[in-house]
């Protein structure tokens, strides 16, 4: 069985095209199977996009666990002086994201996997809507490990289902030592703004 968190998904390809709108943004999509939400916008990354506080004008910016792309798209589009890291460890992932992003003439959107992304590199923002499938432990490491690469005055924008634990998750970064609030919250969603710890 394929997941769309496989390194490698061996499902079929079937590339569908999908419209998305964020504000006064539109663009087209290419989505595929093995990848995260194929065929549609699934509601918690359509939560985050129209929801989020506005991003950081310059920067570094990490869309994590990209998928096919439409928060990096996003980012793109309403920041061109920034550059947007899509990092995903799904190689039909990134492939699919970094065609969608030369198609729609987004040079700025820079897409690679995990291991890949500079270790000295700091992002003055992320979003992104956590692969929770993983498992709660993984995907708390996941976390943990990027969100420690956020500049002093940067923040994470996370979306996450109740019912797939956005409570404790919340509860378990406010023990990390982040500022944790709820902004937004939809069909069992929860958008949560995260602030980078203090560092010593």
Do not use: Q
């Not at 432990?137 to 634990?165: C, F, I, P, Q, Y």
């Not at 956005?166 to 949560?192: K, N, Y």
């Amino acid at each position: 069985m394929s997941h769309y968190f496989d390194e490698d998904p061996s499902v079929e390809s079937d590339v569908r095209r999908i419209d998305v709108t964020v504000g006064s943004i539109s663009f087209s999509l290419d989505t595929d199977t093995g990848v995260f939400s194929h065929g549609r916008l699934d509601a918690a990354t359509a939560l985050l996009l129209n929801g989020a506080p506005p991003p950081p004008a310059t920067g570094a910016m990490l869309d994590l666990g990209c998928g096919a792309g439409p928060i990096a798209m996003t980012l793109a589009i309403m920041r061109p002086d920034s550059t947007v890291w899509a990092v995903d460890v799904n190689r039909r992932a990134r492939e699919l994201t970094e065609s969608n992003a030369r198609r729609l003439g987004l040079a700025n959107v820079r897409v690679s996997a995990p291991e890949d992304v500079p270790a000295e590199l700091r992002f003055a923002a992320i979003w992104s809507n956590p692969p929770v499938r993983i498992g709660k432990t993984a995907m708390r490491n996941l976390l943990a490990e990027w969100l420690d690469r956020l500049e002093g005055n940067g923040s994470a924008e996370l979306v996450v289902s109740k019912h797939l634990g956005s409570d404790s998750l919340a509860d378990w970064l406010r023990d990390r030592g982040h500022t944790v609030e709820r902004v937004a919250s939809r069909r069992g969603f929860r958008l949560l703004s995260v602030a980078g710890r203090p560092r010593s």
